[in-house]
T-cell receptor, first 115, second 112 residues
């Protein structure tokens, strides 16, 4: 399977703990996006990378969230001191160039539950 | 700023009947419009997109959508649905091409 893969698929954590998610994009894709989707809502943009550079971050992204893409390949999204409001599906997508001109491929997501 | 409104949260329809899923957008600049589908336990998949040119856009799986600038709409249609079309459908708008603004989704249920 050469699609976008995310790990883990599910994560249950206690409030206050730190969690880290991983996204492996399609290998030749230079753009990588993180979105968050809560129940009954559409995906919300969090941040995106072009190669290893983080070019844009949503104002919705609190200081507890940090994302990296150190070698321009896989990316990690870390949430520190998790809160119950962080419970959501975290989606990763990748594309070759700007998403307007090429399709953005989404992974199956990581479902986070904070208890 | 851009935003998307999907007017129907749930749409039940009988198999082989036509369906229309409604989407209205708001933007102060030129936009690009998309429809994505999400099957249970799957990621989002692009159905179709409008960038420019013909306002009638054809996508995968027999879906099409029409861009109407005066009504700021981008409704999705299919003339005859199948059981396999049961899924969540999201309309999205983008102006800069770097992020998408998604609607809240429409759950399409095809009834045998």
């Amino acid at each position: 399977d050469t699609g976008v893969s995310q790990d883990p698929r599910h994560k249950i954590t206690k409030r206050g703990q730190n969690v880290t998610f991983r996204c492996d994009p399609i290998s030749e894709h230079n753009r990588l996006y993180w979105y968050r989707q809560t129940l009954g809502q559409g995906p919300e943009f969090l941040t995106y990378f072009q190669n290893e550079a983080q070019l844009e971050k949503s104002r919705l992204l609190s200081d507890r969230f940090s994302a990296e893409r150190p070698k321009g390949s896989f990316s990690t999204l870390e949430i520190q001191r998790t809160e119950q409001g962080d419970s959501a599906m975290y989606l990763c997508a990748s594309s070759l160039g700007p998403a307007l001109h090429t399709e953005a491929f989404f992974g199956q997501g990581t479902r986070l539950t904070v208890v | 700023a851009q935003s998307v409104t999907q007017l129907d949260s749930q749409v039940p329809v009988f198999e082989e009947a036509p369906v229309e899923l409604r989407c209205n957008y708001s933007s102060s600049v030129s936009v690009y419009l998309f429809w994505y589908v999400q099957y249970p336990n799957q990621g989002l998949q692009l159905l179709l997109k409008y960038l420019s040119g013909s306002t009638l856009v054809k996508g995968i799986n027999g879906f099409e959508a029409e861009f109407n600038k005066s009504q700021t709409s981008f409704h999705l249609r299919k003339p005859s649905v199948h059981i396999s079309d049961t899924a969540e459908y999201f309309c999205a708008v983008s102006s800069a091409g770097n992020q998408f603004y998604f609607g809240t989704g429409t759950s399409l249920t095809v009834i045998p």
